[in-house]
């Protein structure tokens, strides 16, 4: 089993759409979760970090970390076809700088 | 400035040469990482520098031999590379804190093929 599972799609929504993108993980240690959105062929762009459980919220994003389920999700409201990327989610725990990242999920969001 | 550079951006290389990849920040972050990415992959860890001192390897080959000559600069040396070690390659930062956690920012990437 993989420590941190993430669907990679492809995942394609019509613009204006809500989606919604979740990955789960089974090491209860982890404590930063993070979400990345990565264009083809560029790096990897912080989206959101949060630390613990809870909601955060930033412009058209928000991240949810459930801790109990060991579970969290990236949504994004209003969709744009700019939105078209791969979105990573990594998470990490306390003390270490290893990331663990899930494989991805490749959104389309069609005009 | 929350920006992450890297140089070149695309590099073509034959099994004999060698060559190096450079990254700089100027955050005042004092870990930097490493990345190897293939196609439709996530990113992988190679090296972690921690205070310009290697923290983690990633049970690397010896054919790629990483360098921190300061708190902003990291470097990635290449030699004698295979075609399979044709990928984009991550350099990131984050900022050390004792409570941990690894909000990294990443730069661009180099493009390498080896041919």
């Known amino acids: 089993q993989k420590e941190v599972e993430q669907d990679p799609g492809p995942l394609s929504v019509p613009e204006g759409a809500i989606v919604s993108l979740n990955c789960t993980y089974s090491?209860?240690?982890?404590?930063?979760f993070m979400w990345y959105r990565q264009y083809s062929r560029k790096g990897p762009e912080l989206l959101m970090y949060?630390?613990?459980?809870g909601n955060k919220e930033d412009g058209r994003f928000t991240a949810q970390v459930d801790k109990s389920s060991k579970y969290i999700s990236l949504f994004i409201r209003d969709s744009q076809p700019s939105d078209s990327a791969t979105y990573l989610c990594?998470?990490?725990?306390?003390?270490?700088?290893?990331?663990?990242f899930g494989a991805g999920t490749r959104l389309f969001v069609k005009a | 400035d929350t920006e992450v550079t890297q140089t070149p951006k695309h590099l073509v290389m034959g099994m004999t040469n060698k060559k190096s990849l450079k990254c700089e920040q100027h955050?005042?972050?004092?870990?930097m990482y490493w990345y190897k990415q293939k196609a439709k992959k996530p990113p992988e860890l190679m090296f972690v520098?921690?205070?310009?001192?290697?923290?983690i390897n990633e049970s690397v080959p010896s054919r790629f031999s990483p360098e921190c000559p300061n708190s902003s600069l990291l470097n990635l040396h290449l030699h004698a590379l295979q075609p399979e070690d044709s990928a984009l390659y991550l350099c990131?930062?984050?900022?050390?804190?004792?409570?941990?956690?690894?909000?990294?920012?990443f730069g661009p990437g180099t493009r390498l093929t080896v041919l």
């Open positions: 090491n209860s240690a982890f404590q930063y």
């Open positions: 520098y921690s205070y310009e001192k290697l923290s």
């Open positions: 990131a930062s984050s900022q050390e804190t004792l409570a941990g956690g690894s909000e990294q920012f």
């Open positions: 990594a998470m990490s725990r306390a003390g270490g700088f290893k990331t663990i």
């Open positions: 955050m005042g972050h004092r870990a």
């Open positions: 949060t630390y613990s459980s």
